[in-house]
């Protein structure tokens, strides 16, 4: 498996588990164990109504989906933002609501989830792919994540060096949303009968505990699904930028037959901070505002840390100290020939 030390090897990620899923040898076990959950689902039906296996599924998905690396600081501040999370306009899901039709998610790190079990649980990749009546998501978990109380329980039983050879990125959940479906502000209620969960699980764990942990399932399912509606929001506006890979990394995409080449990378801007001046003697010059006046809806370009060419948007608003009269002007324009 490459190591992740720059966006663009995300690239050399996302081709490793297309080919974990065509040709592992583990891989139809794991296609299995989700394969009646997958069944239920209307969103992945072929076109003759019959369900895909899992892992052909995932693998054509995985393929074909454009790559996004989030940096930490931007999962630090969404994942955040969920805690004070007020579904209006998102609590069901549309077509809209995605910035591309397939999407193949790199976090820098992973975020932290309570299953139904009440384990906690990493969440490193998100793939999502549009279907005919909504979007399929898979989330998947990071195997050499020390919180995840799940690894810790395949480390004890066949070794951490192990269960990581078997899969860096095992699946973790299927969750299938058709369109206008409540993604938000659920409740227990919304997830039908611990019992189902129980049966799910081949019984392994006692029907009790899915009953106690119904709340807290409840309330982590709203925050990863406020996190990704989020993301999802703040990638499809102008501050994330593509990154395209270098001649060596395409001559590798090259060679493993992959058609990828660019990562969108999430992050947050630099901060413009004012001009510190040595001078000792230097006064800061005040300005005596006069009025408030309206400025235009504008494009603001800039060059990033990266030496990229950036543009963003500037909406309408209104300039000056908010005690000053507002003047309204009217334009003029002085065409010559």
């Given at each position: 498996m490459a190591e992740v030390y720059r966006p663009i090897d995300v690239l050399e990620k996302q081709v490793d588990m297309v080919r974990w899923w065509l040709s592992s040898q583990w891989r139809h076990n794991i296609s299995q164990g989700f394969q009646a959950m997958a069944d239920q689902y209307i969103t992945m039906k072929n076109e003759d109504g019959s369900t895909?296996?899992?892992?052909?599924?995932?693998a054509e998905r995985l393929d074909n989906a454009e790559t996004f690396f989030v940096h930490s600081n931007i999962i630090d501040?969404?994942?955040?933002?969920?805690?004070?999370?007020?579904?209006?306009?998102?609590?069901?899901?549309?077509p809209q609501d995605l910035p591309c039709p397939r999407g193949y998610i790199f976090l820098e790190k992973p975020i932290h989830l309570l299953d139904a079990r009440g384990k906690v649980t990493s969440v490193k990749v998100i793939l999502w792919s549009e279907e005919k009546r909504g979007v399929t998501l898979c989330q998947f978990s990071d195997a050499k994540d020390e919180l995840d109380e799940v690894n810790q329980e395949e480390w004890s039983t066949f070794g951490k060096d192990r269960v990581v050879a078997v899969g860096e990125f095992p699946l973790l959940h299927l969750i299938s949303w058709t369109w206008g479906r409540k993604i938000t502000n659920l409740t227990p209620d919304d997830f039908g009968d611990p019992e189902k969960m129980y049966e799910f699980h081949s019984r392994v764990t006692p029907l009790e505990v899915y009953q106690e942990n119904m709340d807290s399932y409840?309330?982590?399912?709203?925050?990863?699904?406020?996190?990704l509606v989020s993301l999802w929001e703040f990638?499809?506006?102008?501050?994330?930028?593509?990154?395209?890979?270098?001649r060596p990394m395409l001559k590798r995409l090259q060679r493993a037959h992959s058609t990828l080449s660019e990562v969108t990378v999430i992050d947050?801007?630099?901060?413009?901070?004012?001009?510190?001046?040595?001078?000792?003697?230097?006064?800061?010059q005040t300005i005596m505002w006069a009025s408030r006046w309206r400025v235009r809806?504008?494009?603001?370009?800039?060059?990033?840390?990266?030496?990229?060419y950036r543009e963003t948007t500037v909406s309408a608003h209104v300039k000056g100290p908010a005690h000053l009269p507002l003047i309204e002007k009217d334009r003029i324009f002085n065409v010559k020939r």
């Amino acid at each position: 498996m490459a190591e992740v030390y720059r966006p663009i090897d995300v690239l050399e990620k996302q081709v490793d588990m297309v080919r974990w899923w065509l040709s592992s040898q583990w891989r139809h076990n794991i296609s299995q164990g989700f394969q009646a959950m997958a069944d239920q689902y209307i969103t992945m039906k072929n076109e003759d109504g019959s369900t895909p296996p899992v892992d052909m599924y995932i693998a054509e998905r995985l393929d074909n989906a454009e790559t996004f690396f989030v940096h930490s600081n931007i999962i630090d501040r969404l994942w955040h933002f969920t805690d004070v999370y007020e579904a209006h306009d998102h609590e069901v899901i549309l077509p809209q609501d995605l910035p591309c039709p397939r999407g193949y998610i790199f976090l820098e790190k992973p975020i932290h989830l309570l299953d139904a079990r009440g384990k906690v649980t990493s969440v490193k990749v998100i793939l999502w792919s549009e279907e005919k009546r909504g979007v399929t998501l898979c989330q998947f978990s990071d195997a050499k994540d020390e919180l995840d109380e799940v690894n810790q329980e395949e480390w004890s039983t066949f070794g951490k060096d192990r269960v990581v050879a078997v899969g860096e990125f095992p699946l973790l959940h299927l969750i299938s949303w058709t369109w206008g479906r409540k993604i938000t502000n659920l409740t227990p209620d919304d997830f039908g009968d611990p019992e189902k969960m129980y049966e799910f699980h081949s019984r392994v764990t006692p029907l009790e505990v899915y009953q106690e942990n119904m709340d807290s399932y409840a309330l982590m399912s709203n925050r990863f699904n406020g996190f990704l509606v989020s993301l999802w929001e703040f990638v499809q506006e102008q501050i994330p930028f593509r990154l395209r890979a270098d001649r060596p990394m395409l001559k590798r995409l090259q060679r493993a037959h992959s058609t990828l080449s660019e990562v969108t990378v999430i992050d947050l801007r630099t901060e413009d901070r004012p001009t510190q001046h040595t001078d000792p003697d230097h006064v800061p010059q005040t300005i005596m505002w006069a009025s408030r006046w309206r400025v235009r809806e504008h494009k603001r370009r800039w060059i990033d840390k990266n030496g990229d060419y950036r543009e963003t948007t500037v909406s309408a608003h209104v300039k000056g100290p908010a005690h000053l009269p507002l003047i309204e002007k009217d334009r003029i324009f002085n065409v010559k020939r």
